[in-house]
């Protein structure tokens, strides 16, 4: 005969009573059933709840909010940033870093994994952190927030440090303090800011811009500023960039594209403060053991690669901005980012078309890409399924596309690229025969 | 189980004492036995002296790989092994992040899961649950405390294997002020202070897979099944998680979360992924351990 515990009652002898037991039973596994219940409704409910609010602010116009933008004298923030990139690339994941670091490591034999260049690649796909503290135009540090490690980039007066926790590798360069300064105005503020700007640089009759209602980002109220392309041909659906209501700090950023989904770039503060970071977070010394890169050890190598070794916190800052945004710069076009990418590649592109449908074209004298044809075999189908042959006036071609970007490779080897759809870039590179 | 059995006279002694005057130690009384019982196994021990010998190899080999001066791991991002590993040889006190890392994905949960599946089935199995239930105890608190030795272990386990990589940490490598990820430096003292967060983070992160196999342990008579399907869930789990697929139910998963002590390192620490772990590490233990209250409250004792 079994046992029974003090708060167990199953001494019953009719039948009824056994049933009435088996439903006392029974009834335990509410109390489970309502846990789960709870949880599922507090994960899908407080979201929805924290987000109905958004706030009441007074009514501004554009222009208004761009020279808000614009007066923002932001010197001290440090706050939590989180970017999602979404091009429709595959993920590539290991294969893609292994494939950056093998044409690293073939050029120079002897690549840091600290130096910043190897770490932009990381940004261009999937979600990530980053942690951003300013404190005036001497004192910046960038995190990159990676499981169990972290890459920092520290500015701190003359210097500028690289560490990759994960290796334990240091790279080190030295900032010119007049560039520094020259860098002062426009550089400062964090990456949200050079993202407007560089987006406001466009306002012209190609493009609507207007104050798209209020949002809470980060826990403060903000302006919501909805750029919006005039033309068609173009890939860019909008830009949205949430402003602090405070201190004209952008803090979110948003390009959906024009077929709809999901936003391509969304970069936007999870947290931030305007207080004054410590200074301690600005204090670096190479940890004992590290392996130190010094700025010129690079650089013979990356220039043998075709990269430019950076030379200065403000281009440090600037690579990275345009490895952020570099969809940004290409269709906003403009001589700025033609400019920048002139310098970045082999020879000046020429852009063909104005505004958003401003396409780049690269002359690599190159043979172009070869077709599954002429590779053959397995790798010949592989070659095809990554691009549609299209052929026009211009000759025949392979046009690669993501949801953003789509670049004609030219079987004589010319390249447009642009944030355009396909019929635009044919046409594009047919006026350009 | 024997020493279960030579228990049972004297809590039955003891318990006619609580009827007389219901004291609120006698709870702690039933802990005490239960821990002593779990503790004074030969397989309790054998699982904490493996849990000790992983930070023995990992510091031996590191020592050995890094003998000739080279550094551990400089081969670039893509050197393989656990989270911070190239930074033992500069600093013992990394060895311990380093064995966490490296046993929290599956030699701690394998243990818990042992210790937790043999719970409930493991005393049926014997047939000493029923002399357990005799005690005017009740199933409510014999399944606490059943867990609370588990939770016990967990911690034990945790530490075990913290003091185990210090003590060799600090043997092999030289100790010192250390460098946190975000690479601002602090003194030694406070690297201990936060090895010790780091390993109570790690135990609570156990709790989940603790009252599953104590859930687990509810439904079969048979410890080894119990132990079995325990360890089973959490390879699958762990296998799951690493599938691009199903990133929409990935965060729900008990061991998504676990690797998020690390970000303690940091400087400011990273406390979202911190608190997401220990939030659904409460969902599991509520969760399950309800459904593990509400099991073995109505069940059929048979052995």
């Known amino acids: 005969m079994a046992p029974y515990a003090s708060d167990d009652s199953t001494t019953a002898a009719g039948e009824v009573d056994d049933l009435r037991s088996g439903r006392r039973k029974a009834a335990r596994y509410i109390v489970p059933v309502a846990v789960v219940g709870v949880a599922a409704a507090t994960i899908g409910l407080v979201p929805a709840i924290a987000d109905s609010g958004d706030p009441d602010l007074p009514e501004i116009t554009a222009q208004q909010l761009i020279e808000k933008i614009a007066q923002s004298d932001v010197q001290q923030l440090s706050g939590t940033f989180k970017i999602t990139t979404d091009l429709g690339l595959p993920d590539l994941g290991g294969l893609e870093s292994s494939l950056t670091s093998g044409a690293m490591g073939s050029g120079s034999g002897d690549g840091s994994s600290a130096d910043p260049t190897a770490k932009l690649t990381e940004l261009a796909s999937g979600t990530h952190t980053l942690r951003v503290a300013v404190d005036g135009p001497d004192r910046q540090k960038l995190s990159l927030l990676e499981n169990a490690s972290e890459y920092s980039l520290i500015h701190n007066g003359k210097d500028v440090w690289g560490y990759d926790s994960k290796s334990n590798e240091v790279f080190h360069g030295t900032a010119d303090e007049q560039r520094a300064g020259e860098e002062k105005t426009q550089e400062v503020p964090a990456t949200p800011k050079d993202m407007a700007e560089e987006a406001l640089k466009a306002v012209d009759d190609t493009t609507s811009v207007t104050v798209d209602g209020t949002a809470q980002v980060a826990g403060r109220d903000a302006y919501r500023l909805l750029i919006k392309p005039k033309q068609s041909g173009t890939t860019v659906g909008a830009i949205t960039v949430a402003v602090d209501a405070k201190t004209g700090i952008p803090l979110k950023f948003t390009l959906t594209p024009s077929s709809g989904g999901a936003a391509v770039v969304d970069a936007g503060f999870t947290q931030v403060s305007f207080a004054k970071p410590a200074a301690s977070t600005f204090d670096f010394t190479p940890p004992k053991g590290a392996k130190v890169t010094e700025e010129g050890e ?122 355009v759809d396909k019929d635009t870039l044919v046409k594009a590179a047919d006026s350009g025969k | 189980m024997s020493r279960a059995e030579a228990v049972s006279p004297t809590e039955v002694i003891s318990q006619r004492q609580a009827i007389r005057e219901p004291s609120p130690l006698w709870t702690f009384g039933l802990l005490r036995s239960e821990l002593l019982t779990t503790f004074r196994r030969w397989r309790t021990l054998a699982l904490l002296a493996v849990l000790a010998a ?192 199903l990133h929409a139910i990935q965060p729900y998963f008990f061991s998504h979360y676990w690797l998020s002590f690390a970000d303690l390192m940091r400087e400011p620490v990273y406390w979202d992924d911190l608190v997401k772990n220990l939030g659904v590490q409460a969902l599991y233990a509520a969760v399950f351990g309800s459904a593990a209250w509400a099991r073995f409250t109505a069940k059929d004792i048979t052995a």
Not at chain 2, 81 to 93: D, E, R, V, W, Y
Not at chain 2, 176 to 203: H, K, N, P, Q, Y
Not at chain 2, 214 to 228: D, H, K
């Open chain 1, 298 to 419: 690079l650089e013979g190598a990356a220039e043998a690669e075709g990269h430019r070794a950076p030379k200065s916190e403000g281009e440090l800052r600037k690579e990275l901005d345009k490895e952020l945004d570099k969809e940004l710069d290409k269709e906003l076009g403009g001589r700025k980012s033609g400019d920048e990418l002139g310098k970045a590649a082999h020879g000046g592109p020429e852009v063909i078309g104005e505004g958003w449908n401003s396409v780049a074209v690269f002359d690599t004298g190159g043979e172009g890409v070869p077709s599954g044809a002429e590779v053959g075999g397995d790798m010949g189908g592989f070659l095809d399924s990554l691009g549609d042959k299209v052929t026009g006036k211009f000759g025949s071609g392979t046009v690669f596309s993501t949801r953003l970007i789509n670049a004609l490779i030219t079987d004589d080897g010319k390249v447009y690229v642009g944030a």
């Open chain 2, 54 to 245: 992983v930070p023995i190899l990992v510091g031996i080999a590191v020592k050995i790989e890094t003998s000739d001066g080279a550094s551990m791991g400089g081969g670039g991002p893509q050197s393989g092994g656990p989270a911070f590993i190239s930074q033992i040889t500069n600093n013992g006190l990394f060895l311990v992040f380093t064995a966490l890392a490296a046993t929290l994905p599956f030699f701690l949960p394998m243990a818990i899961g042992v210790i937790a599946g043999d719970a409930i089935a493991g005393e049926a199995n014997q047939g000493t649950l029923r002399y357990l239930l005799v005690a005017p105890a009740g199933r409510t608190r014999l399944l606490l405390t059943k867990y609370a030795t588990t939770m016990t272990f967990c911690l034990v386990a945790t530490l075990v294997v913290a003091v185990s990589a210090l003590t060799v940490g600090a043997l092999l490598f030289p100790l010192g002020d250390l460098t946190t990820i975000s690479g601002t430096r602090i003194s030694f003292a406070e690297g201990l202070g936060r090895a010790l967060l780091i390993a109570l983070v790690v135990a609570a992160s156990l709790t989940g897979v603790a009252a599953l196999g104590l859930f687990v342990s509810t439904l079969t008579n048979s410890g080894i099944a119990a132990m079995a399907t325990t360890v089973g869930l959490l390879i699958t789990v762990q296998i799951l998680d690493q599938i691009p697929q």
